[in-house]
């Protein structure tokens, strides 16, 4: 799989590249409504659509695909990437057998989703953010922030209803942060990301104390 380099992908979204990802979820939307056949998305296209992969870039397309209603993509791209907070920590930049996943179609109408979304999340990347807080890419720091994509690739893995959605939004802040070195997106993927932890915690024990009660009402 080939890897472009973060800087030169970064000074690429302009115009011209959010159109491209706006034009192909209308071309699809638009054989979907017409009744015509209309083709699945893998995760090779979606990543040759931004012109090549970086290690932000598939950050970004493995955590949005989580979101995705697709039996096993969320346990399956979870697992992937866990890998890639391994290869982050090893400074390898590659994702070898990546391809293999590509079995798993986006359906039609989620594929035209989760282009338009793509292609809003780089909007918003090229109005609003910029290389600030340089301080928290310091390489003393890259192990923690592979343990945090770690975790919240865990959650993701967790058969929890709805509960792959704050951990995955986390992960494309810090994916949008690591493309576009701005260092305030990194931190609020933490505080999502701690804010879902901390619900799924809280929920956790409501389950808990709910199955209590009722198997003590049972036996008495």
Do not use: K
Not at 192 to 198: F, N
């Amino acid at each position: 799989m080939h890897f472009s380099s973060s800087a030169r992908l970064r000074g690429v979204i302009d115009s011209a590249f959010i159109r491209r990802f706006v034009r192909e979820a209308r071309r699809r939307r638009s054989d979907l409504e017409r009744g015509r056949p209309a083709d699945s998305l893998t995760l090779q296209q979606l990543l040759d659509l931004h012109g090549g992969a970086t290690m932000p870039v598939l950050l970004i397309v493995l955590a949005l695909v989580t979101t995705i209603p697709v039996a096993g993509a969320g346990m399956l791209f979870s697992l992937a990437i866990m890998v890639w907070a391994w290869r982050w920590l090893r400074r390898r930049e590659t994702l070898q057998g990546l391809e293999r996943l590509d079995f798993i179609q986006i359906a039609p109408r989620a594929a035209s989703r989760c282009l338009r979304w793509l292609a809003w999340m780089y909007l918003f990347a090229r109005r609003w953010l910029r290389p600030r807080w340089a301080p928290l890419f310091a390489s003393r720091l890259r192990g923690f922030w592979s343990l945090w994509v770690a975790l919240m690739a865990l959650i993701i893995f967790l058969p929890i209803p709805f509960g792959n959605l704050f951990p995955a939004v986390s992960l494309l802040m810090l994916g949008l942060g690591l493309l576009t070195r701005d260092g305030l997106m990194l931190v609020f993927s933490l505080l999502l990301g701690l804010a879902g932890l901390t619900a799924l915690i809280l929920a956790g024990g409501w389950i808990w104390h709910w199955v209590v009660d009722f198997w003590l009402s049972v036996v008495r």
